[in-house]
């Protein structure tokens, strides 16, 4: 059975949420307890000031923080974002944010991730802080 | 001066963000202190297991809280969302979720807000807590 | 095998805790999804302005909404505090806190609760949003 | 006038918190950013298991976090907790914990910051995500 951290394994997994594919994120870097993730900023992103909407910092967040719990799973295991929290460090602008997440801690049934995006000119727009839930493969319900 | 809980006020500074507009947010009640809103789930805004993308719920969430907070300011006053924890209570599913944000706490520089999110079938599938700041219009940075 | 609401039940396991215990936390009311509190606040329990500590808010609110939490479990299993989140929604003081903590989602492994603080005069102070483990008794490792 | 990371200054300000001393939290390191604490556990700290009550864990890395928080204010200013999220890794035990706190990104009128608590064998038992309002000493509403 191939290790779980297996890169093309996890990109085909995170790539089957339509959401992630059709906003445009890419998968940059795939390790041990962690995912790196890029995505460049359109004008359809903003919010009312022309920054990034906290909705699209939250999407990458999120997505690349379950990358992350993923690669400490079982090929027969999945997760579930059970909640997350997120600070909105600075106005975050393009053309290009960069986002990478951690495992804090993977328990058998819970695992916490970690996750800082940082905007066009390198600083720290946000950081996520995410509760993830470990479950069968095609298990949708805890 | 104008109430600031003037809807037409409201409806134009809630849609001046292109990504709630792109994700066909509806704004559907605007009150003293709370904001409603809904939205029709495509096929593109879910992620792996069919079930809506938690940054869906996260921006829907989001906005309408900041929407709620708006209702507080004044006119010449905005808000930008600091930090937001949003829990994902069960999978959620279309054809269309519904959203209400209330305002917990109004200071005058910082505004507490919760959200609830229900899916098709009218069950609660995500809530959020949200710090916003009060900021002059046009100053997008603390 | 007697309801898991049982009152004398919930008591002994919600004082079962010498951190609760040695604060003074009493337990004024338990319903089916729902635990009520109060603390009588006492000088050690201030921070350096005066008011009633964040650790003070947080212990009270957390405990309160583990109770909450075990009157959705059954008699062979617990809950822990997998996370919370606390909005100081004002500065808390006495010389009575109340606290009521109500389950808004309780799945099989996790339980999500929320719970409200309220200072001397009535008006809210604290509101918690928090994630807890259903565990088998005895089980403290997850 | 003195760098506001004058340790004295800033021990003084950190022991003003009755509950902080009452509980017998230590000040071990102060740097400009982060602040580093640790705390001898006794039986009464403890919740139904016999590991480390989350009210205590809480406490100490709020106060920690809200010192890194000080050490990047001026000297007319302090800080307030806005709200925290605090994530238990594990079963926490001592018989000492220590705690790190560092500050993530201080702006005008908000700070947040991240702490680590660490249990008796050295492993990482809770992780803070807090939100500091920066506020002009004596007041303490925002």
Redesign the interface.
């Known amino acids: 059975m191939p290790s779980s951290q297996d890169p093309n394994w996890l990109r085909e997994?995170f790539f089957?949420?339509?959401?992630?594919r059709?906003?445009g994120i890419e998968l940059t870097a795939v390790g041990e307890d962690y995912v790196e993730t890029a995505l460049n900023v359109s004008?359809?992103?903003?919010?009312?000031?022309?920054?990034v909407?906290?909705?699209?910092l939250?999407?990458?967040a999120?997505?690349t923080g379950g990358g992350a719990g993923w690669t400490s799973c079982r090929r027969d295991q999945?997760v579930?974002?059970?909640?997350?929290?997120?600070?909105?460090?600075?106005?975050a602008m393009g053309p290009r944010l960069t986002c990478r997440a951690e495992v804090?801690?993977a328990?058998?049934?819970?695992i916490?991730t970690?996750g800082k995006v940082w905007g066009g000119d390198g600083r720290?727009v946000a950081?996520l802080?995410q509760?993830l839930?470990v479950v069968p493969i095609g298990v949708?319900?805890?």
Chains 1, 2, 3, 4 share one sequence.
Do not use: C, W, Y
């Not at 004008?43 to 920054?51: A, H, K, L, P, S």
């Open positions: 997994l089957r949420a339509a959401f992630v059709e906003m004008e359809r992103m903003t919010q009312q000031d022309g920054f909407h906290a909705g699209v939250a999407t990458l999120d997505h999945t579930l974002s059970v909640e997350f929290k997120i600070s909105m460090l600075r106005p804090v801690r328990g058998k049934s819970i916490f970690e720290e950081r802080s509760t839930a949708g319900n805890r």
